[in-house]
């Protein structure tokens, strides 16, 4: 069964209680809450901005076309795990992608869009959905930075090149992809060589959902994976780009290390999730191996 169906039922909503006494007029409490829920639409809009990630520490913004907002739900949103680092999002009410294509079975019908974050073959491997799918190269064949911001149906896609060298010669070393549906923000950071500086993160926003890559050796190693989770700090964090289970195991303990213990092992390759019913942050979910034909 799926752990964020049925009995485990998680929320995110807090309630806020606010100590109004006899001094504060009717009035002044309107407007405050006038102002408060100013202030939470606005981070919500906020929320998923596309951007270049520059390995020095800066972000620069790339304005988004057709001022899209959030597509604010709170109907599930599937995410499946085909294999290495990739995975099917699907949206409610309309709207999929496929990312980083690695070897599997050719999805039917296919994807409406494909995203890659790098040219490696097991992320890129793009060829059955070539006139079928919108697919989106987070970096030319120049290895200059593609920005991206596209929509599909219910489901947005955002890019954040990871980028070396300088405004003039930038080439990118890996794209991190965002995913905006149902209300929830997806993190598929690809080949991620290098973590994002806390103003990075900002530029991020609220990541629900991080797919990280943890084989610890092309990507960062452990100990730098664990600090970003933390500073993320997503509900929910799985791991990508590996084989064995002796890396999760290893990618578990540098993740207690820095205090993140809760962990969930679904039998199943594909979560159902919703805000409603989003773990706690943070929660390692350890989603079963896929096998390579």
Known sequence: MNPFCGKHRFSTRRETRFPVGRIIS?????FLSVIISSNLAG??????KPGIVMRDGRFIPVSMRGGWQSVRQTREVRLKFLGHSSFLIEAPGGGRAVMDPY???????PPDAVTVSNFHETHSMTGPY?????I???VTQEGKPNAIDEKFGNLRIASFPQVDGDENHPFVLNTIHVFQAGGLCVAHFGNARFGPSPGQIRALGKIHVLLLPIDGSFTVPHD???????RIGPNIVIPMHYFGPELTGEFERALKAEGITRVIRPKETELVLTRKRLPPPTTYVVLPDVSVP
């Open 224 to 230: 730098v994976a664990a600090k970003i989770v933390k």
């Open 26 to 30: 009717a009035g002044l409490f309107v």
């Open 43 to 48: 981070a919500a809009e906020g929320i998923c």
């Open 103 to 109: 070897v599997i079975p050719v999805l039917d019908p």
């Open 130 to 134: 070539v006139g079928k799918s919108e």
């Open 136 to 138: 989106f190269f987070g």
